[in-house]
Each structure stands twice: as C-alpha cells, then as structure tokens.
C-alpha cells in the first residue's frame, strides 16, 4: 500500500480510499471491479445501470454484515460510500480482499519478470524465481504439486553460499584437512538425501488453501 497523503491511500492493484464529508469512500478500478464488489456486498452490480446507485449491505468472509454502503456503479470501476465510524475497517476488509484477488500470473509475464527473495541476511541466501511458461494443469490435479528433487537443502548457520561449499567440500573429501571437522558438524545432515515427505505436505497445504478459495469465490459468484 502506498500512502499519498492523510487520509488517502492508493493500491496498485486498483483499490483506493479517502475521506470525504465524514464519509468512507472508496473505489475499485479494473476489469475485475463489478465481479470483485459483487463478492463484498449483498447488490448484483450486474442489474446496476452505469451511473446510478444502489444501496446495499458490505459483508466480511463469514457473511455477517460489515456495515450499510452505497455503491456507485461506472463501466470501469465502482465506488463505495461507508458511515465514517466504518471506513477503518471497511477498508481493511476491502484491502484484504483485493489483495487476495491478485494472482502470480497478473503480475509475472513468462521470460521477462523474476522475483528474488533473500533468507537470512546475515548467511544472505538469495533464490531467484523465473516464470518461464505457463500452461494449464492436468485435470484432478492440485496445485502447487511437488513432482521432484534433487539433494538436500544447505543446513542453517554454515555460511552462506561461501561457507556452504567450502564445507561440502571439506565434507566429501575424506583427505581433506578439515574432513573431520565438517563431519562432525554435520551431526546426522545428509547434503545428498533430499527429505519429501515435508516439501509434499507444505505444498499440499497451500493446495488445500487455494482449493478452498476457488470453492468459495465460485460460491460468492
């Protein structure tokens, strides 16, 4: 979320806010606007006519009723109007929702963006993610699906890359001076068995979250 000045703020994803009159008001932008507020509120912008307004309900995830708000439907975004005593919440609640709107391939085009993440400052262990294609899954399939592996990950605290590798080295090389020492170390860590059973029940988690929205959205569509 950026923050443009008191009061205001805008989402890159196309949501913003501001007050206005004592107002909440805010607006959604985008392809996906009408679809995105028919999950939110109890109206079906569906029978909205452009440039008119309809009064409704703003629902949270368990559908109990949020607050009262009036929503202004135009033909590329939509706007919003809750009671000021609301708009906090009303606007986290939109927030949380936008941002889970958002979707990997919306903002990743095959070949051209990456995303870097580093884990652990101090050790710095960078990973570089690249969308290279993206196809359509196999039928009865959940995904994200582990399919396989290769060799262990690099144990914590053993340096980064550099220190990672002057151990293995040191590890695989019993005429290494420091041969027994990196075994040592080692304790019962195994660079070359790679342990499934916990990289498949993570992504089968995320699989049973992402599984568990698409049922909800299509239930709230």
């Not at 809750?82 to 085009?109: P, T």
């Not at 220190?163 to 080295?169: A, H, I, P, R, V």
């Not at 290494?176 to 499934?196: C, F, L, M, S």
Request: with cysteine; charged share 25%; glycine share 8%.
């Amino acid at each position: 979320m950026i923050e443009m000045s008191e009061g205001y703020h805008a989402l890159t994803t196309g949501a913003a806010s501001w007050t206005a009159n004592g107002l909440g008001q805010f607006e959604v932008a985008g392809a996906d606007a009408h679809a995105f507020v028919n999950r939110l509120a109890t109206a079906d912008l569906s029978l909205l006519v452009p440039g008119r307004f309809v009064h409704s309900l703003l629902l949270r995830d368990d559908a109990s009723i949020l607050d009262r708000v009036t929503i202004y439907r135009f033909p590329e975004r939509v706007m919003l109007l809750v009671d000021a005593s609301q708009r906090h919440a009303a606007w986290k609640h939109i927030l949380a929702r936008k941002r889970g709107n958002v979707r990997l391939r919306d903002v990743l085009k095959p070949g051209t963006n990456v995303i870097d993440y580093t884990y652990d400052f101090g050790d710095c262990w960078e990973h570089r993610l690249t969308v290279t294609d993206v196809r359509a899954g196999q039928p009865g399939v959940s995904y994200p699906h582990y399919i396989g592996g290769e060799g262990n990950g690099p144990p914590e605290d053993c340096g980064g890359i550099p220190g990672f590798y002057e151990w293995l080295e040191a590890f695989s090389d019993p005429n290494h001076e420091g041969h027994a020492e990196a075994k040592e170390w080692a304790d019962d860590y195994d660079p070359n068995t790679i342990d499934e059973l916990p990289i498949k029940y993570a992504l089968s988690r995320i699989a049973s979250r992402r599984n568990a929205a698409r049922a909800r959205i299509a239930k709230n569509s």
